[in-house]
């Protein structure tokens, strides 16, 4: 009778381990080639820089990224998820972002589908036919209206989910230093004409 008991504590003790793994195999828990993966965003800025000093990320920086299938333009046909919004979680050169919410979050496909990735800064809840508006004529938080840009990850899927995005400013700030005599007068009306720039 003993040995009945322990043969069927062994069984039962086994076929619980096969369950598990089985119900296993249907979640999702962030790790192994058969399970979905969320894609992880390290991000740099190129300098010189306007936006922040020395060109470091702040805690809870917005920024917008667009997965793309692979090799594809920017077009809704190709989007695998579009705006998604990513945070800073720390300080540095180097931001670690993470998604602002659930929804926000890029999961790459089991089947290890690849993706190119497109982002900005900073983040804009809505934008129209892929166009953002950009109005620089309050400059008195420059960190508000440095506009980056990184196209550069491309083909990352499951296997490679550490996604590096390298930022570019793409606004030039141009600072001027008028000097003259001491009766040069009241510049209060002075004006300045600049040929070859697109305003902002």
Same mark, same amino acid.
């Given at each position: 009778?003993?040995?009945?008991?322990?043969?069927?504590?062994?069984?039962?003790?086994?076929?619980?381990?096969?369950?598990?793994?089985?119900?296993?195999?249907?979640?999702?828990?962030?790790?192994?080639?058969?399970?979905?993966?969320?894609?992880?965003?390290?991000?740099?800025?190129?300098?010189?820089?306007?936006?922040?000093?020395?060109?470091?990320?702040d805690k809870e920086d917005?920024?917008? =990224?667009?997965?793309? #299938?692979?090799?594809?333009? +920017?077009?809704?046909? &190709?989007? /695998?998820?579009?705006?998604?919004?990513? %945070?800073?979680?720390?300080?540095?050169?180097?931001?670690?972002?993470?998604?602002?919410?659930?929804?926000?979050? =890029?999961?790459?496909? #089991?089947?290890?589908?690849? +993706?190119?990735?497109? &982002?900005? /800064?900073?983040?804009?809840?809505?934008? %129209?036919?892929?166009?953002?508006?950009?109005?620089?004529?309050?400059?008195?938080?420059?960190?508000?209206?440095?506009?980056?840009?990184?196209?550069?990850?491309?083909?990352?899927?499951r296997d490679n989910k550490?996604?590096?995005?390298?930022?570019?400013?793409?606004?030039?700030?141009?600072?001027?230093?008028?000097?003259?005599?001491?009766?040069?007068?009241?510049?209060?009306?002075?004006?300045?004409?600049?040929?070859?720039?697109?305003?902002?």
């Amino acid at each position: 009778m003993k040995n009945l008991f322990k043969l069927l504590f062994i069984s039962t003790l086994l076929v619980g381990f096969m369950m598990s793994c089985s119900s296993d195999d249907d979640h999702d828990f962030g790790y192994g080639k058969n399970h979905e993966l969320s894609a992880q965003f390290k991000a740099t800025v190129a300098k010189p820089s306007t936006r922040v000093t020395e060109n470091n990320w702040d805690k809870e920086d917005a920024i917008g =990224i667009y997965a793309l #299938k692979a090799d594809q333009a +920017l077009e809704e046909a &190709a989007i /695998y998820k579009g705006n998604a919004k990513y %945070t800073t979680v720390s300080v540095g050169e180097s931001g670690n972002f993470t998604p602002a919410s659930d929804d926000d979050a =890029i999961i790459f496909e #089991k089947e290890g589908n690849k +993706l190119d990735f497109i &982002a900005y /800064y900073p983040y804009v809840e809505t934008i %129209t036919d892929y166009n953002l508006s950009i109005n620089a004529e309050d400059q008195s938080n420059l960190s508000e209206i440095d506009f980056l840009y990184s196209n550069n990850a491309k083909g990352h899927n499951r296997d490679n989910k550490e996604v590096p995005l390298q930022f570019t400013h793409q606004l030039a700030q141009i600072v001027l230093e008028i000097t003259g005599e001491a009766d040069l007068g009241d510049l209060a009306n002075l004006k300045l004409a600049v040929d070859g720039f697109i305003p902002t």
